[in-house]
């Protein structure tokens, strides 16, 4: 059974359009994260919700919105791609109390 | 100054080496570290943690923490090929929860 999984697992749009990424854990974990990976794989946080409470929100284009309409699942919307948004993003999840987080195996977005 | 800094790579080591990957991060109250190893095209998955000072072993891969130096490296003792991968140390400052600072990562390659 797979414990992180994200929908789709590649997505190619064009510019302008608004598209979504889903994300759910079947770990009994508490804790979801959303990070964005470059093209220099660099792995950077985004957002992280704790009982689908926003817990950290980076600075990122109020494009990007989340949500968690459980423990369980945490999407993202993304408004008006640009060609920057290109990236692989990473859904992860973590018990609170338990550091380990558990990574989903990527949304790779391809931005035309 | 970066958060975290990883010795840029790429790595190569012949197979049985002993691979030696380093990382240094700038926040003294850092209180975790972790090491994470990425296949390409794959998602981070965690290899170690460790939160004391010293070395901690886990089979052929052992971290070692030194806080003072505010320096986290990973030995891989009788590098495989299949060890060939990037690497990502990650620390958590401890200030809110979940909030992992990652590097940009080594590559390495183990050569048969």
């Known amino acids: 059974d797979t414990a992180v999984s994200q929908t789709p697992k590649y997505l190619v749009t064009q510019m302008g359009n608004d598209k979504s990424i889903k994300c759910e854990q079947n770990?009994?974990?508490?804790?979801m994260y959303w990070y964005k990976q470059d093209s220099k794989k660099f792995l950077k946080i985004m957002f992280s919700?704790?009982?689908?409470?926003?817990?950290i929100n980076e600075t990122v284009p109020n494009r990007f919105s989340p949500k968690s309409p459980d423990k369980a699942h945490l999407n993202l919307h993304i408004n008006s791609l640009e060609l920057g948004d290109s990236a692989v993003y990473f859904c992860?999840?973590?018990?609170?109390?338990?550091?380990?987080?558990?990574f989903g195996p990527g949304t790779r977005l391809l931005v035309l | 100054q970066k958060e975290v800094e990883q010795n840029s790579g790429p790595l190569s080591v012949p197979e049985g080496a002993i691979a030696s990957l380093n990382c240094t991060y700038s926040?003294?109250?850092?209180?975790?570290f972790f090491w994470y190893r990425q296949y390409s095209g794959k998602s981070p998955e965690l290899i170690m943690f460790?939160?004391?000072?010293g070395d901690k072993e886990d089979g052929r891969f052992t971290a070692q923490l030194n806080k003072a130096s505010q320096y986290v490296s990973l030995l891989i003792r009788d590098s495989q090929p299949s060890d060939s991968a990037t690497y990502l140390c990650?620390?958590?400052?401890?200030?809110?929860?979940?909030?992992?600072?990652f590097g940009r990562g080594t590559q390495l390659t183990v050569w048969p």
């Open positions: 990650a620390v958590n400052r401890g200030s809110t929860l979940g909030r992992l600072y």
């Open positions: 926040d003294r109250g850092s209180q975790s």
């Open positions: 770990l009994g974990h508490d804790t």
């Open positions: 992860a999840s973590s018990l609170t109390g338990e550091e380990t987080q558990y």
């Open positions: 460790i939160y004391s000072n």
């Open positions: 919700y704790n009982n689908k409470e926003l817990i």
